[in-house]
């Protein structure tokens, strides 16, 4: 049977190891830096993203992460998750929190606003769908979600979403000034992957549609299998060749 690790310190974790369950995959708990060495892929769920990094830098797990995603190990984050794996995040709160990194985008913390504002939307998945089968789109649930506001070269759109102009000019001003194209910005970024790494800035676990925890599931597969199949270590692919070392990431506010 496949084996997943779900990092546990807070969230949605159980949900996401429902939702392999029913797929036929046992999903184990992570909560120490030396369970990663039993797991060869990784989900970081939603939950309180601060509360989470505290957690994380508590039970010292950051170095073990970011060494997890270096390896290039399959990882996927969701919603807070996500805002582990980008390589900035703006909107936080203050003093900022300790990032992962390795995906080469801007999140915005709290992009779609607070607990009240959280929302559901059909959103267009081309990708998911040419992989999975099934509706060409899938419910998004949000909630209190993220945004990806900038997106590296090498990262893969596989969901956006449409927003009105100003919000994406007002979200933060660390962001490059768009106003001259404010009506071509009219979109924000949900879901993207980057070699071993798959985000979403929404929370599939919570729904009984399972196809984004299938394409994790085959993505993580052919890179675990072309990692077998090479005796040379597996490249960094999740990460940009203008990031800094892991070890050096800052605290981005």
Partial sequence: MTVVGVLALQGSFNEHIAALRRLGVKGVEIRKPEQLHTVTSLIIPGGESTTMAKLAEYHNLFPS?????QMGKPVWGTCAGLIFLANKAVGQKTGGQHLVGGLDCTVHRNFFGSQIQSF????????????????ETF????????????AGPEV????DYPVSS???????SSVEDKTENAEEESKVIVAVRQGNILGT??????????RWHSYFIKMSNEIIEE??????????????HNQPSLSDLPIYQ
């Avoid at 559901?120 to 509706?135: D, F, Y």
């Avoid at 893969?156 to 969901?159: I, S």
């Avoid at 800035?201 to 399972?210: G, I, K, N, R, V």
């Fill in 65 to 69: 992460l970011r060494e997890f995603v």
């Fill in 156 to 159: 893969q759109v596989l969901a």
């Fill in 120 to 135: 559901e939307a059909e959103l267009s998945v081309p990708e998911l769908t040419s992989k999975e089968g099934g509706p």
């Fill in 201 to 210: 800035a929404f929370h599939p676990e919570l729904t009984s549609d399972t």
């Fill in 166 to 172: 100003n919000r994406l000019l007002n979200s933060d």
């Fill in 227 to 240: 990692a077998s199949s090479s005796s040379l270590v597996p490249a960094q692919v999740g990460t940009s």
């Fill in 139 to 150: 419910r998004g649930i949000f909630i209190r979600a993220p945004a990806i506001l900038e």
